[in-house]
């Protein structure tokens, strides 16, 4: 049956109709493509080691996420138009056939290029790109701590997953890994988009009204979204950038694979922190301040690495950092897109604002294997993720919202 929106009072009771709906998505999303995408550094040298080729050539593999650009949009766009579930459940599905035909049939670094192609670009769905949309919906006064609460199933799964699958690759092969990761989506993630998360009331409370645009498209024209787009590409050049690459970057600063596995647990306790926080955050003080802090600060991470050799503490410190700054992007932009422009043409601008940031996606992970490969070490690619995260915060300070309602 339908959760009733109506005669609930909107504080409290934002989390007796919604708290379901933040569960499924948190449940959800732990469990899409995203773990694929940040639990695949584990997955790097045990390719080359079979496959051949270098870190620079696997950094363009994992760049094949810029699928996901072309794929954003048009999934957006469907989520609004016959809701975020159906969207959701057929791109989870089509994943784990992917991920199931990479582990049974790949033979070459160029067919695991391609399923990741293909996984980003039909797999999108399973992303906060769908499962943001209800949350906004639901929730208003509460609307960044619930995004934060939703978002925060990635970081958790990026806990606890990757010991066990460093474990896995180990001992049973690479191709284990990609078959425990489709059995999580399968057996976590799809039972429960499907009983309990459903898709918004008709009427979606809480989004201004006041900026909503004319036109379908017509955001387009907006300098605060391009504000807005250029922060994130900025921004995921540094923390995509650094999550493609971490276990071999901590592994070259002289420590062993089970510690550069420890690190992704690490970035996934600083992700956890920087939505709780930031969402918490964005409820209450100035979410332009918020923005420039939540990144400014994490900037300092990429400063440890590069300052540092062979410290434990320091990389698992740094990747502390650099995960809490992934993890409040996510609250921010979410926040930001239904704040600026509402709900009911959510998905189409959020689709295309994360289309645009999957370029930073594949930029940074392209610049940083190429960078280890012209200078044999992740010095530049370090100082580089620091200024990058750096611009981006600025940038976001630009940005005018609309009042809560």
Not at 19 to 36: E, F, K, N, P, Q
Not at 88 to 95: D, G, K, P, Q, V
Not at 289 to 305: D, E, K, R, S, W
Not at 338 to 367: D, E, P, Q
């Amino acid at each position: 049956m339908p959760i009733q929106p109506d005669n609930i009072q909107p504080s409290s009771g934002e989390w007796q109709r919604g708290w379901r709906i933040v569960l499924g998505c948190a449940l959800g999303t732990g469990t899409g493509i995203i773990l694929l995408f940040f639990t695949f550094s584990i997955f790097i040298l045990p390719l080359i080691a079979e496959f051949g080729g270098t870190r620079g050539d696997m950094g363009t593999i994992q760049a094949l996420v810029i699928a996901g650009a072309l794929g954003s949009p048009f999934i957006g766009r469907a989520a609004d138009k016959i809701g975020f579930r159906a969207v959701f459940m057929a791109s989870m599905l089509i994943s784990i056939g992917l991920m199931l035909a990479a582990a049974l049939l790949a033979d070459s670094l160029f067919q695991i290029g391609v399923a990741i192609f293909f996984i980003s670009l039909l797999g999108v769905g399973t992303t906060a790109l769908t499962t943001t949309r209800p949350v906004n919906a639901w929730f208003d006064t509460n609307r960044g701590m619930a995004l934060g609460l939703a978002a925060s199933g990635v970081a958790i799964a990026t806990m606890i997953v990757p010991p066990i699958l460093e474990t896995i690759i180990a001992t049973h092969g690479w191709r284990a890994g990609f078959v425990a990761l489709a059995g999580l989506a399968a057996f976590v993630g799809l039972p429960a988009i499907y009983f309990l998360v459903e898709n918004e009331p008709p009427a979606a409370n809480g989004a201004p009204t006041s900026t909503a645009t004319t036109s379908d498209w017509a955001f387009l024209r907006s300098g605060h979204f391009w504000l807005m787009a250029a922060s994130f590409i900025l921004m995921n050049i540094a923390g995509v950038g650094f999550i493609g690459q971490m276990s071999p970057m901590i592994q070259d600063e002289g420590l062993s694979t089970q510690i550069a596995a420890l690190a992704l647990s690490f970035f996934a306790f600083g992700q956890l922190g920087g939505r709780l926080i930031g969402g918490w955050c964005l409820d209450r003080f100035e979410p332009r301040l918020i923005a420039v802090l939540l990144n400014l600060v994490p900037a300092t991470g990429f400063i440890i690495l590069w300052a540092t050799s062979g410290s434990a503490a320091a990389a698992m410190f740094a990747a502390f950092l650099i995960g809490f700054q992934q993890g409040a992007e996510l609250d921010i932009f979410a926040y930001f897109t239904a704040r600026r422009f509402g709900i009911a043409n959510y998905g189409t601008v959020y689709g295309a604002l994360l289309g645009l940031g999957w370029i930073g996606n594949a930029t940074g992970v392209i610049s940083v294997g190429w960078l280890y490969d012209a200078y044999g070490d992740y010095n530049m690619a370090q100082i580089f993720g620091a200024a990058a995260l750096v611009t981006g915060a600025l940038m976001i300070f630009g940005v005018r919202l609309a009042p809560k309602t």
